[in-house]
T-cell receptor, first 110, second 115 residues
Framework: TQLLEQSPQFLSIQEGENLTVYCNSS?????LQWYRQEPGEGPVLLVT?????EVKKLKRLTFQFGDARKDSSLHITAAQPGDTGLYLC??????????FGTGTSLTVIP | EAEVAQSPRYKITEKSQAVAFWCDPI?????LYWYRQILGQGPELLVQ????????DSQLPKDRFSAERLKGVDSTLKIQPAELGDSAMYLC?????????????FGSGTRLTVV
């Protein structure tokens, strides 16, 4: 059962543009993680956020956990072709389960 | 950097045949997960181990799938008999934390094609 919906599902932008990916749920999560996955490889952890309202930055990537811990966003500034991949959010609950979102496939065109 | 090892990388099998995947987690990681991922979608949990014990296998189709981690280290996922709908990427991940809140380290996966 997918508890996390991501939007948009597909995103194709030009190099240098900014973008935001959303991860939404009706459930409250104890923590939330973002991963990036390249074709033919496993997902790689980018960040973990645990506090409602928390903002974390990783170079050109900014991650925010919603105040109610039900949603999150990933903002990329000045996208580069190397940012191309499948972005996945994953929410953890008190039952020690992590559920992955539906994924956002990003293509950055040089 | 420590990695999660999976083999084989690719597997093509005929429907009704048996197939097995192997995973060796990062040394010292007590928690091991098997996920199935359809192309372009998020991974779905099949089974979670804590050491050698199954913590959650509620989403594992037990009529055809089995998983074991006998010594609490490496793990094997088996499908018998394979069906066309089983074609997917099978990912193994491990975590130092039972809660998973330090994040998972994934292997490169096994791409299964059932023909």
């Amino acid at each position: 059962t997918q508890l996390l919906e991501q939007s948009p599902q597909f995103l194709s932008i030009q190099e240098g543009e900014n973008l935001t990916v959303y991860c939404n749920s009706s459930s409250v999560f104890s923590s939330l993680q973002w991963y990036r996955q390249e074709p033919g490889e496993g997902p790689v952890l980018l960040v973990t956020v645990v506090t409602g309202g928390e903002v974390k930055k990783l170079k050109r990537l900014t991650f925010q956990f919603g105040d109610a811990r039900k949603d999150s966003s990933l903002h990329i500034t000045a996208a580069q072709p190397g940012d191309t991949g499948l972005y996945l959010c994953a929410g953890g609950n008190t039952g020690n389960q992590f559920y992955f979102g539906t994924g956002t496939s990003l293509t950055v065109i040089p | 950097e420590a990695e999660v090892a999976q083999s084989p990388r690719y597997k093509i099998t005929e429907k009704s045949q048996a197939v097995a995947f192997w995973c060796d987690p990062i040394s010292g990681h007590a928690t091991l997960y098997w996920y199935r991922q359809i192309l372009g979608q998020g991974p779905e949990l099949l089974v979670q181990f804590q050491d050698e014990s199954v913590v959650d296998d509620s989403q594992l189709p037990k009529d055809r799938f089995s998983a074991e981690r006998l010594k609490g280290v490496d793990s094997t996922l088996k499908i018998q008999p394979a069906e066309l709908g089983d074609s997917a990427m099978y990912l193994c991940a491990s975590s130092p934390s039972y809660r998973g809140d330090y994040g998972y380290t994934f292997g490169s996966g096994t791409r299964l094609t059932v023909v």
